[in-house]
């Protein structure tokens, strides 16, 4: 009683983890919180998400909300232990659907392929009939082979009661396409499983010409990276007459060991790899209260250009022009007030940068005068001398996601697998053919008759077209044969 006791226990588990409804329940939940990890960003600075979240819900429920989500993980979903558990029934539920259902599928995958007696073909969902009056049963078979050949079909040919059957098939193997699926679905599981158990997702915001050994956890705690990483520099471009960044861009340096072994700009959509870290381009800023080094190039009229880097207070001159100048000012976002016309700082980022410099020039009283880095006119003086804003360097950071995905490979294998298995599933049949060649009276004499039949596990349509171009072919064969005569 006690061994029943236990199969049926053993069946009704084996019969809940093979159910359907169990896989749509299990895919619905994980494709509603996965909606939210979509909105919500992963793994942020709790001010980004707080400022989202007051968007939908308010400033004053938005911290309240942030709280629960937080608690409930969604801050950082695809490693909680609650997604990762249902990406795990979720994978189980497939491999016992599969493990269910495949001995059934692979029987008749296996079925002897034997030739069908006429009437039975005369039965078949495609189905066509043609006689040949003056034609050979040899020359007709023989046209019927060449054609089902020239599809590329594999034609065995049987004898009996003087007939002769052609019977073929294609594709038995394609009902395995929906298994092969299976399998990638299981291995995109496993790798995301992977990724969330042993690799981890940060972020770092690195000023210019600073470096780092480590990332930050949302919640501020320290991710060890066992290298160095420095920005030499960060740069947005913006659409002209415009304050709508177009591109921005850092170049990051790789240390280790005391020593520089990659440097490359990234851009979003083009993060830089090294030893299984990468780090993308997220956001940037300026750093607060920042003191950085305003890099400007002179140019006198006919001259030379020379680059200098100068602090505040600094001061410079035109080679052999006697103009000088201190630079005096700066403003992140230099624009007008659209009602006093007064100059203005209207963002504390670097939108529309500007350098405020003392000029002293021969014979004329001391002026301050505006120069901007996205509008190099600006720096044209009397004479054809020039002073070009290039960069105010160290006052902004780069924003990076730092991430650690080491199942992100078996992922990409498991594309590659998938795209192929939805091909054979939803492109490739099972089709077989049955042509059936005869007299119409016994030894051998009358007209020939042609019985030919088909099935196929999808795709009818197409069958049916297939076997048109089979058919019209030979049957065009054998009258060409007959004209010769």
């Known amino acids: 009683m006690a061994e029943k006791d236990k199969k049926d226990l053993f069946e009704t588990i084996w019969s809940m983890l093979a159910s359907v409804q169990l896989a749509v329940a299990v895919f619905i939940v994980l494709a509603l919180s996965s909606i939210i990890g979509t909105i ?29 989500f937080a608690k409930l993980g969604f801050m950082d979903m695809y490693r909680s232990w609650w997604f990762v558990s249902f990406l795990s029934l979720f994978s189980i539920n497939l491999i016992v ?56 079909y594999h034609v065995l040919e049987s004898t009996e009661d003087n007939a002769t059957q052609l019977y073929c098939q294609k594709g038995k193997y394609s009902r395995l396409g929906v298994y092969v699926v299976h399998l990638s679905i299981i291995l ?14 940060g972020h770092l915001n690195l000023p210019e010409g600073q470096f780092s ?53 990234i851009q979003v959509n083009d993060p830089l790899t090294y030893k299984g870290i990468t780090f993308y381009q997220s956001s940037y800023g300026m750093l607060p209260n920042a003191r950085g080094q305003f890099i400007i190039t002179v140019t006198p009229s006919g001259g030379r250009p020379e680059t200098l880097r100068l602090m505040f207070g600094d001061s410079f001159e035109i ?17 007008s007030d659209r009602r006093t016309g007064n100059l203005t700082t209207y963002s504390e980022n670097m939108v529309n940068p500007a350098v405020g410099v003392i000029f002293n020039m021969p014979g004329q009283d001391a002026f301050k005068g505006w120069i901007f880095k996205r509008y190099p006119q600006t720096g044209m003086l009397q004479g054809g001398h020039s002073i070009r804003f290039d960069d105010y360097w160290g006052a902004e950071y780069t924003g990076l996601q730092v991430s650690r995905d080491p199942g992100v490979w078996l992922i990409y294998i498991a594309c590659i697998i998938m795209a192929i298995g939805l091909y054979v599933a939803f492109f490739m049949s099972h089709k077989k053919i049955w042509v059936h060649v005869a007299h119409e009276s016994p030894g051998g004499k009358g007209p020939v008759r042609i019985s030919l039949g088909g099935n196929t596990s999808r795709n009818k349509f197409a069958f049916e077209k297939e076997i048109d171009h089979i058919f019209t072919r030979a049957s065009q064969a054998v009258e060409a044969r007959q004209a010769k005569k």
Request: include cysteine.
């Open 40 to 68: 919500v960003e992963q793994q942020a600075e709790p001010a980004k998400n707080l400022a989202l979240l007051a968007k939908f819900f308010g400033d004053s429920a938005a911290p309240t909300v942030y709280n629960i």
């Open 319 to 335: 080679p052999g022009t006697g103009i000088s100048g201190t630079i005096d000012d700066f403003s992140p976002a230099l624009g």
């Open 213 to 265: 050994d480590v990332a930050y956890t949302s919640d501020g705690g320290e991710i060890p990276l066992g290298f160095t990483v420095k920005c030499n520099w960060y740069e947005t471009s913006y659409y002209e007459g415009l304050d709508t960044p177009m591109e921005f861009q850092s170049e990051l340096v790789v240390i280790e060991n005391g020593r520089e072994v990659l440097t490359k700009a």
């Open 97 to 152: 659907c599969s493990i269910d259902r495949f001995p059934k599928t692979w029987k008749l995958v296996n079925l002897p392929f034997k030739p069908l007696a006429e009437h039975v073909i005369k039965t078949l969902p495609v189905k066509k009939e043609i006689k040949f009056r003056t034609a050979s049963s040899a020359a007709v078979k023989d046209e019927f082979l060449n054609s089902l050949k020239a599809s590329r």
């Open 188 to 201: 995109i599981f496993v790798g995301a499983i992977i990724g969330a158990r042993f690799g981890f997702g």
